[in-house]
Structures are given as C-alpha cells and as structure tokens.
C-alpha cells in the first residue's frame, strides 16, 4: 500500500494518509464497527511506536476514498452522467462483499448498445472477479457457479422469464432446482438489457440509460491507467478490513419505501463508516425513482391503465378491450400522438399488466370491474406514477364509502 499511495501521489492524485481531511483518515483498528460516524484519529496524533515494534500494517483505502476514485475512473472512460456514474460506483462496490449479504443487486443499462458494452468493460475493471458474458441462459448457471463472482452480461433481447430468473437470482433465500439438489446461484449481475427503457422488470434492481455518445472517450492518460491497475487492490483490501462489520451491519434507510429500501440496505451497508455517503445513496435512488416513473408514465402501459382507470371510476361494473382502445386512443389523440392501439393490442397490454380479461359477452373479452381488480388497477396505477387530483381522490373516496355501506 504504501507503494501504492506513492505511485497515484506521483500522478497528482493525492490519495495519501496526510492528504486527507480528518474525517476521511482511515480508522483505527478497535474502530471496526458499523457506526456510521465513528471517530478517526488524525495521522498527526497517533503516537509513534517504539524503535523495536514491529511495522505498522499497511493503510487500508476509506469508503469515502473509495468513492473519491472509482467515478473519476468510470466518467474518465465513459460517457455516462454523473448521477449514473455514482450509482454504478456504489454497485461496484458491493460485488465485493457478496458473502456478507443476502440481498445482491443488480445493476441494469439500457439505451445504445456500443455505449453499454463499453460501460460493462469498463467496470469489469472493478468488480470482483467480473466476467464478461454475451447472453444468459438458465442453462449456464451451473458453469457461472464457479467461473467468476460477478456476472456483466450483454443480452439485449432480454426476455421476460429471463428478468424473472435474474430478479429472483439476487436474493440468496431463492434456491433452483438442480436434480435432486436445491441450489443458490445469486450473485451480483450486471446486464446490458436492450435499448428501450421499458424493458422487463428485474427485482431488486438499479436503473442506468444511457444516450447516443458524439464522440469517443480520449486517449487513456496515464494515472487512468495505473488507477486501473491499482483500485482492485485498494478494494481487496478494503473488503478484508470491513467484512466482518458489513456481515454484522443492519442499517436499513428509512426514507425510501419498500422496494428502493431492499436496494438501497445492501448498498450502504457496504459503506463502512461513512454516513454522508450512505445519505448520498438514498438521494440518489430517490431521484433514479422519479426518473423511472417518468419514464414509465409514457410507455403503452400506462396509457392503456390510465384510460381503464377512467373507464373503471365511471362506476362501470366492466369494460370491453374495444372500449379501453378507444379510451386510451382518446388519451394519446389529447396529447398530440398519431399512434392508435387495436383492442387486441390492449388485451395483450392488460395480459402483461396481469390484468386478464375474458368473455363479457357473445361479442367480445374485457374486464370485470370486482373489488379484486379495482385495488389491482389501483396499486398498478400507483406504481406508474398516476397521482390523484384532490378532486379525484375525494370522488374515490366517496364511492368506496358508498360502495362499503351497500356491501354491509
């Protein structure tokens, strides 16, 4: 290490003990809790050991050093803003401490393709034990148990059970069935998944798009080089450090809802002693949570949900696949899209929604509007993004009540 730090001082990087500020110094060794804030002593006031002690350890990289270098070393190679180059640093990180958690995430890109292959290289620098993969299978799980710890895969026609099989693979509490034998495969994974955004849902996940470059990154300078050669280094010898407190740590945000909080608590748990930076972690997942329902507020989903929402608080007791065409139609018509969706479009849009129709009548397949389906519509709508005006919650509000007094 101490070579180490000299060498990335000579590229003007000035990772050294004495260059950081007291609060990024390394902790001392009793320190080795999970805290979140514990106190560090500054290299200045440590005291000297005596002539015939034996030498010091090596310094051990801080979290807070860590996630100074690997964006630098990602933005450096790579187009990618600088929100998603946070994001895939926190990611990176985690590889490392697969072992100390249950919950492994899995970081999804989409949008250009030579982009995307060029984010996956560029990480598999940094990740534990990363191999590069084209395409993922179910039948390539018993080769990747033992091949690499961390999976980047390019698979842009990805399919639905195969996001399924991905989702449930983050979770070590899932086995697969192998024989006679229930096996766990989880491991952390990074997937090029095409380049529409809409693409299928993976559990536990975090979602990186990236745009069309203009041009190509420039000529690798020198201290990018010896940063790549260098950070796994750091990274092994953090992971050694701080295993046993991220294996003990139970920090779990509580500003985030269920479903960012299972991603964000593995995340940050990763992040020994470093409070700021776990705070920058839940901000970030916030904002990548907008983003996503924005996204998915313009897909033909939502559209095709919005429009059987309307259909379904008009007090309707069901509704034709031919009319929610033409309400949804009617929605895409306002907001100046030439598009136009056929009821058999609609039927398959309800079908991936997991909402399924069937025979209303000699004459055509829709939906029944049961208490089971309205909280179904709602829950989907909720999950899109669709808030409620004032007026249109108290309206809700009102005809569930009526609908509660008629029931009893």
């Not at 000035?14 to 080795?32: G, I, L, R, S, Y």
């Not at 790579?78 to 994001?87: F, I, K, Q």
């Not at 309800?350 to 397949?365: E, I, V, Y």
């Given at each position: 290490?101490?070579?180490?730090?000299?060498?990335?001082?000579?590229?003007?990087?000035?990772?050294?003990?004495?260059?950081?500020?007291?609060?990024?110094?390394?902790?001392?060794?009793?320190?080795?809790?999970?805290?979140?804030?514990?106190?560090?002593?500054?290299?200045?006031?440590?005291?000297?050991?005596?002539?015939?002690?034996?030498?010091?350890?090596?310094?051990?990289?801080?979290?807070?050093?860590?996630?100074?270098?690997?964006?630098?070393?990602?933005?450096?190679?790579?187009?990618?803003?600088?929100?998603?180059?946070?994001?895939?640093?926190?990611?990176?990180?985690?590889?490392?401490?697969?072992?100390?958690?249950?919950?492994?995430?899995?970081?999804?890109?989409?949008?250009?393709?030579?982009?995307?292959?060029?984010?996956?290289?560029?990480?598999?620098?940094?990740?534990?034990?990363?191999?590069?993969?084209?395409?993922?299978?179910?039948?390539?799980?018993?080769?990747?148990?033992?091949?690499?710890?961390?999976?980047?895969?390019?698979?842009?026609?990805?399919?639905?059970?195969?996001?399924?099989?991905?989702?449930?693979?983050?979770?070590?509490?899932?086995?697969?069935?192998?024989?006679?034998?229930?096996?766990?495969?989880?491991?952390?994974?990074?997937?090029?998944?095409?380049?529409?955004?809409?693409?299928?849902?993976?559990?536990?996940?975090?979602?990186?798009?990236?745009?069309?470059?203009?041009?190509?990154?420039?000529?690798?300078?020198?201290?990018?080089?010896?940063?790549?050669?260098?950070?796994?280094?750091?990274?092994?010898?953090?992971?050694?450090?701080?295993?046993?407190?991220?294996?003990?740590?139970?920090?779990?945000?509580?500003?985030?809802?269920?479903?960012?909080?299972?991603?964000?608590?593995?995340?940050?748990?990763?992040?020994?002693?470093?409070?700021?930076?776990?705070?920058?972690?839940?901000?970030?997942?916030?904002?990548?949570?907008?983003?996503?329902?924005?996204?998915?507020?313009?897909?033909?989903?939502?559209?095709?949900?919005?429009?059987?929402?309307?259909?379904?608080?008009?007090?309707?007791?069901?509704?034709?696949?031919?009319?929610?065409?033409?309400?949804?139609?009617?929605?895409?018509?306002?907001?100046?899209?030439?598009?136009?969706?056929?009821?058999?479009?609609?039927?398959?849009?309800?079908?991936?929604?997991?909402?399924?129709?069937?025979?209303?009548?000699?004459?055509?397949?829709?939906?029944?509007?049961?208490?089971?389906?309205?909280?179904?519509?709602?829950?989907?709508?909720a999950v899109y993004g669709m808030e409620d005006t004032p007026a249109e919650a108290e309206n809700l509000h009102r005809s569930q009540t009526t609908e509660n007094k008629k029931v009893e």
């Amino acid at each position: 290490m101490p070579v180490i730090d000299e060498v990335l001082h000579d590229c003007g990087l000035d990772f050294t003990p004495t260059d950081t500020t007291p609060e990024m110094a390394p902790p001392t060794p009793a320190a080795d809790v999970d805290s979140g804030d514990a106190e560090t002593v500054p290299p200045s006031e440590i005291p000297a050991a005596p002539a015939e002690a034996p030498l010091p350890p090596p310094r051990v990289a801080t979290a807070l050093e860590l996630f100074r270098w690997l964006p630098r070393a990602i933005s450096a190679q790579t187009h990618l803003p600088e929100e998603a180059v946070e994001l895939a640093a926190f990611w990176v990180i985690s590889t490392w401490f697969q072992d100390a958690l249950t919950v492994l995430p899995c970081l999804v890109i989409t949008g250009a393709a030579h982009e995307a292959s060029r984010v996956l290289q560029v990480l598999s620098n940094f990740c534990r034990e990363a191999n590069l993969l084209s395409g993922f299978r179910r039948s390539h799980l018993g080769v990747l148990q033992w091949g690499c710890k961390t999976n980047l895969i390019s698979e842009p026609n990805l399919d639905r059970r195969t996001a399924g099989l991905l989702g449930n693979l983050t979770d070590k509490n899932f086995k697969v069935v192998e024989r006679y034998s229930l096996i766990s495969y989880a491991k952390s994974t990074g997937i090029y998944a095409g380049e529409n955004p809409e693409t299928h849902k993976i559990q536990n996940s975090i979602r990186i798009h990236i745009s069309p470059a203009s041009a190509e990154p420039s000529a690798t300078p020198q201290w990018l080089q010896k940063m790549i050669e260098l950070l796994p280094v750091h990274l092994s010898q953090y992971r050694d450090k701080n295993l046993s407190s991220v294996r003990r740590s139970t920090w779990v945000p509580s500003e985030l809802s269920s479903e960012p909080a299972a991603i964000a608590a593995p995340l940050g748990r990763c992040l020994a002693n470093a409070p700021e930076l776990r705070q920058k972690l839940v901000a970030l997942l916030k904002t990548e949570g907008k983003q996503r329902q924005s996204e998915l507020s313009n897909t033909t989903e939502a559209i095709v949900l919005e429009a059987t929402r309307t259909l379904c608080r008009d007090g309707r007791q069901n509704a034709y696949a031919r009319e929610i065409a033409a309400a949804a139609n009617h929605l895409m018509e306002a907001r100046g899209e030439s598009a136009r969706l056929s009821p058999e479009k609609v039927g398959h849009t309800l079908k991936r929604l997991g909402l399924r129709t069937h025979p209303l009548s000699q004459t055509g397949h829709g939906l029944t509007f049961d208490r089971a389906t309205i909280a179904q519509i709602e829950q989907l709508c909720a999950v899109y993004g669709m808030e409620d005006t004032p007026a249109e919650a108290e309206n809700l509000h009102r005809s569930q009540t009526t609908e509660n007094k008629k029931v009893e």
